[in-house]
């Protein structure tokens, strides 16, 4: 299975279970999986930012992908693969293929500034990764400090035909999918996949501007298959009704830092993972944020059934 | 009327009118003015980063702010006079202060590092200023890039006796209200007003971690008087119902460029401002975004009368 | 007297002399002046980066660029009106022009990160100024963070007819001189005049890889006229051997921050300016380095009796 | 043999030595390692940032550190460890640490910014790492962009006894030494090993404010141990023509970005290494930059000969 340009609905990025002392939990891993396939993922993310992946060794990285790919055979796996070098991020992108991965995604890193560096970064990873490998690209400004203009990603999917899929996740980024879809129409760039990231802060609007699904972890994976869903159905107000009721709680878990520790809560309370916990550094959740946590599933709760959790 | 500790309720961060050809238009001034005090607010702050003012001349800024401060005798006016020298920046705050101001609010220039770097530059703009004006600390890591944490504004706090008032909008942010008002329950500090500001994007909770208000400049101010009030109330759940109602358009306005665009552009529509003109650099709203700005406002309205609107 | 593409030789960056107070000491503004005339200045540069302008206040930038002008009525006089908004860079620019400035110089603001944003932000800046005020583009990716490519320069110079020079200070930047050189050799871009910054550090080949001259503020402009025309007499050796003789010193009065205060300390003691008072914020020297820039003075005294100074 | 606070001299930077097609050059690692110990080298650094560490695998990173130490069992081995997670560092340290390295370095992450964070960072990597290997706090705002006050660097070393040097390399950064010496000449710091990289800019003066030597890459390691020797021995004069002799090649050395290529092939040129060639990214020199650095070379020679080279 190779992730190709037709890639659509909910691919979530998946979070990594530790337990509390830092271990890796795979059975974790298993049930997380299932969970996704059953709120209706068409693929998945795996070892993204927010997977934790800097925190990983190499050989704990490909082995939490051969998991999630073992556990989920009937679905295109993307593998975050970016790495300071080139070494590292060929190596592991073997080693994720050889794994069974459909794909991998790569983040331009912090020290590019001009549009020419950015064309040259991605022009030269696909040499070292190889031009057979699909990959797909990730425009995150606000956490990368990497501005890509329309214009640059058009340079980039020209000069790389392995790439299948840009994570949106420029913010504001509306405009951005209208030009990049506007450019397509125009035949002035071939059709790429588009999935949201960002949190899904502007998933019910993105939606709308052309994307092709969502790409992001927010604890309800359930409800962006099913905005995603809505949206492509044509029913615009019942993907607002749905997305609305859950826009505070997913604004509290699309802060910075903190953010992960909210989604991992979150994910522990539906029964996702077993633990919360994070590898260092990695803050958790004051009592107070737990409350706030627990108050906005309330609040949820009350359109969404989903939200309704037993007592914590 | 001079800015004190007891500062509370809703001083909205004022934009500032233009026409299209980039006058300052003054009768939209007074019109605004008069629909803050309507809305309930409790001060007003003209001239902060979402008010254009980098965009004035030094006289123009004056003539801004003496407008707003003579249309709104009965509440304290606070004068941004953030400046790239201390030269300019002091003889703003005297414009300022001689035209009636209550306070002026200074924000860390983005050159500025480590803490001693961010005390050091407060000590001497207060020298600059004079020990006798009293200020508001502006605390916006997301645009400035400077991080304070709440030691370092303790040591603002303890250092100069005229600041007064915390404009808080870190981001994430509520932990560091906490710890603030931890500081002065154990005696660690005296206390301060804190009002919050990030496009009120967290207004809701900050409320309940402490907070005495909103500053910021979301189109619907008398919503965010209503919070404050609600939750000065200890009327928790209308405060949420009402603040959810307006989060899928406050989230759409809080974006990072694009955001001072759909401000104006509602305040157009509810007839506060004549134009939604910016100066350059400065971008509109294409079609697209209007059209979802105009569907966000049909869905706050069916909660909200307030943003039942005519025909665009 | 109008600034055009055919500069060359030496434009000082002239510091703003103060007293100990932060008063401006007009009196030193002319004998500096007169010291530069002597040393060979082909032009002015005044109200850069090291030359204060931020702690300034309009009126008092005004002051000093007119009387600077009117000190040396046959040399060109540059004067930077780098400004947060276009409002105070117009005013500024004209209030220059009127009092006989030869052109005016733009650096970037820190926020443009992509290609057309730089673009775009010095096309505005002349239409705000005029498109007959002759102007110097600034290149200085160190102070400022905006990177610009050849190319990003090519399209600014095609853009906006009356960019008429290149304050080069990119670091390493000695390829980019060479790039764009060759972009008029091949006819891809109209000839400017390229004088060389970031505080002479490459000077020497600088010259060689097609510069016209220097437009920095070492403490020896002397130095950096002779280095100048020895180089386009075709004396190559002869100009290191000067250089180089300097490069110790001038080495140590680049330091970001501090490099300040060791330019000033040099120039009194030389008897260019009166105090080496800077405003605030604005660090001193310490009398540790005082003793190292007397020591580097000696040193650099065996060969250029220029530097041979009275006892401190 | 494990690294204390009593290193001094020379420990340069190595450079990672490769064929032209990326493959590493091992024998290189012996020939240059054997001219370190001829040139005075008391120790060694490996990995560093221009080791082109973030360009290998980490079994590749074992593998360089591995024959460095094996080839050079006389003198302690700093080896660089920093990783953008806590696992690999961990893992990373170990394999150095069996294989003999006398301690590790570690440099901050780019995102730390208060003061506590950094302090933080230490103390978690300290934890990671294990508290019985000795490390060199790395301080190099202009490549890392964390910025370190004398403070902060107190409060590390006092939180982790482990921390055993400072590679200073802050820019400028005569006054820290000062302050650092300051702190333990008062009691209020144990005392550290100091010694000074940012490609040894300011070691001539470093040394006399009481830096304990060089750890830096310049190609000329033998005239750095010189200056080093010639400072310690109170032969102020004599160090300062020796490296002023030097430093036109050393300015043109240091360049961001391009100084490796120039290092390397100087280093080529010397018969140090086998080939200039780096991993990518990583660019060469024109062949207009190569005449001037033999042309530099050239002049060094007149004063000493170890920079008279045979044809090119």
């Given at each position: 299975m190779r992730l190709d340009n037709t890639a659509r609905g909910l691919y979530p990025i998946a979070p990594t279970p530790f337990f509390t002392d830092g271990r890796i939990d795979y059975d974790s891993i298993d049930g997380l999986t299932d969970f996704y396939l059953r709120a209706g993922a068409t693929g998945l993310t795996v070892l993204g930012i927010m997977g934790e992946a800097p925190?990983?060794?190499?050989?704990?990285?490909?082995?939490?992908?051969?998991?999630?790919?073992?556990?989920?055979?009937?679905?295109?796996?993307?593998?975050?693969?970016?790495?300071?070098?080139?070494?590292?991020?060929?190596?592991?992108?073997?080693?994720?293929?050889?794994?069974?991965?459909?794909?991998?995604m790569i983040a331009p890193p912090p020290s590019l500034r001009t549009d020419d560096q950015i064309v040259t970064y991605f022009k030269q990873a696909v040499e070292a990764i190889g031009p057979e490998v699909p990959w797909v690209l990730q425009d995150y400004p606000l956490t990368l400090t990497v501005v890509m203009t329309p214009g640059v990603i058009r340079r980039i999917i020209s000069d790389n035909p392995s790439c299948v899929m840009l994570k949106h996740e420029d913010w504001p980024g509306l405009e951005k999918i209208s030009a990049l879809r506007g450019f397509t129409r125009e035949g002035l760039m071939r059709e790429i996949s588009i999935l949201c990231g960002n949190g899904g802060l502007f998933l019910d609007f993105e939606m709308e501007r052309g994307a092709d699904g969502a790409m992001t972890g927010y604890a309800f994976p359930d409800m962006l298959a099913d905005v995603v869903r809505l949206q492509k159905a044509g029913e615009r107000d019942a993907a607002h009704d749905l997305f609305d009721a859950h826009l505070p709680l997913l604004r509290y878990e699309q802060q910075q830092g903190v953010g992960l520790a909210v989604r991992k809560y979150v994910?522990?309370?539906?029964?996702?993972?077993?633990?919360?916990?994070?590898?260092?550094?990695?803050?958790?959740?004051?009592?107070?944020?737990?409350?706030?946590?627990?108050?906005?599933?309330?609040?949820?709760g009350r359109i969404d059934s989903r939200a309704v959790l037993g007592r914590e």
């Open positions: 925190k990983l060794e190499q050989s704990e990285a490909i082995a939490v992908a051969t998991r999630f790919i073992q556990r989920a055979p009937g679905i295109p796996v993307v593998v975050g693969v970016s790495s300071p070098g080139f070494a590292a991020m060929t190596s592991l992108t073997r080693a994720a293929m050889d794994a069974g991965a459909a794909g991998v994910m522990m309370r539906r029964g996702m993972i077993a633990s919360d916990a994070q590898r260092k550094p990695g803050a958790g959740l004051t009592a107070n944020a737990k409350a706030e946590v627990e108050y906005l599933l309330t609040r949820v």
